[in-house]
C-alpha cells in the first residue's frame, strides 16, 4: 500500500509540473537603449545668428549649449515578429521633423520564411540612405558631412529587406517621400526606393541606395531621381575610410528640363590609442538651382548657386566605450557669398554623448 501511495504521489506532481509547464505564455522579450548628445558651437563667420547654418541640421545652434537628440528606444520581439519604438527630443528634432516630431522610429517587422532571412517592415524607420545617423556614435566626425545633412534621415512606409547571401543583402522600400512623416498630398503615388550592399568581408562594405518620387516644386510635383553610393573599408585595428557620393536630378517648375544636384565625401579616422581618435573629412557640393539646399533662408526666396568646399578635422576622446567627448573644427568655402556677404566660413563644435 505504502509503494501505491508513492507512485501515486509521483504522478500528481509529474502532472502538476506538466500542466504548469504548459499553461506557461511566451512573453514577449523587451529591450531598453537610450542616447544622449549634448554640445555647444561656435560659428565665428555669422556670431549674430541664431542657428548656424539653413543647410546644417545638427549641432545646428550658435553660441549656446544645448541637446542635439535625447532618444530612448524599446525593442520588441515576439517569435517572428519585432517592433521597435523610439521617443526623441533636441534641436535637431525641431529641425527635421517639424510638429510630428515624437517618433524617431516607429515600426513594426515580421520574418515571412523559418531562416529569417526575408522580413517586412512598415512605419517611421532610420532612412536607408547614407553612411551617417542621427546618432553620432556609429559616425567617423562629430558632426554630419554635407550628403548626409541634405538626403534623409528618415522614412515612412513600407520595407521588403531580403538577406541574399551572407554577403548580399537588399531592400525595397514605398514611402511617403523624401524624409516625411506625412504625404504633402493624397494624390501623388507613393515613392519609391531601393537599397543593394555588398559585404565583401567583415572590414570591407559597398553600397548602393535609390530614391525615385513626385516632390513639390511651387505649385507642381516633380518627379525626383536620386542615387546614393558609399564605400566603407576599415584597415586594420586603427584605421578606417569612407567615401561617399550622391547624385541627384529633378524636373523643374517648368518645362520638361531637369535640375541636378551631386556631393561628395572622404572620410579618415585613426586611432592613435584606445581612448584617442582623430579624423579629418574632405568634401564638396554642388547644387546650382537649389533644389535640396536653400543657402540664403531669405524670404521670398532668393536663389544664389550652392557649390561649396568642405573640410574638418576630429580630435575623440573616448573614457569608455558607451561615452564620447568630441571636438571639430570646420570650414567651409563657397563660390557665393552665401555666409553674411563672406564666402569663407569657420566653426567649432564639441560635442558629449552617451549610449546605453
Known sequence: MKLFYKVISVVLISYSVFAQDSIKVDKPTVDLSGFVDVYYNYDFSDADNFKTKNFIYNYARHNEFNVNIGLIKASISYQNVYAKLALQAGTY???????????????????VDRSRKTSIEAGIMPSYIGFETASSHS??????????????????????????????YLSAMFSNGWQRIEKVSKKSLPSFGTQLQYKKSDTETFNWSTFIGDEPVEDF?????????????????????ILGFDIGAQKKAEGTDYSSWWGAAFISKYAITKKWETAIRTEYYNDVDNVIVDPTGIIPREFTPFKT???SVNL?????????????????????????EKRDSFMVVTTMSFEF
Not at 93 to 111: C, P, R, T
Not at 154 to 166: E, R
Not at 316 to 340: G, V
Open 93 to 111: 528634432v525641431k529641425d527635421n521633423y517639424g510638429n510630428l516630431n515624437l517618433f524617431n522610429e516607429a515600426y513594426l517587422g515580421v520574418y
Open 309 to 311: 568646399f568642405g573640410s
Open 139 to 168: 559616425n567617423l566626425t562629430a558632426t554630419r558631412s554635407l550628403i548626409a545633412e541634405n538626403s534623409p534621415y528618415y522614412m515612412t512606409g513600407v520595407k521588403f529587406n531580403h538577406q541574399l547571401s551572407d554577403k548580399i
Open 316 to 340: 575623440d576622446f573616448l573614457p569608455n566605450s558607451k561615452m564620447k567627448i568630441r571636438t571639430e573644427a570646420k570650414w567651409f568655402n563657397a563660390t557665393e557669398p552665401i555666409f553674411k
Open 221 to 241: 510635383f516633380r518627379t525626383r531621381f536620386f542615387n546614393n553610393l558609399y564605400w566603407d573599408k576599415q584597415w586594420g585595428e586603427k584605421w578606417r575610410t
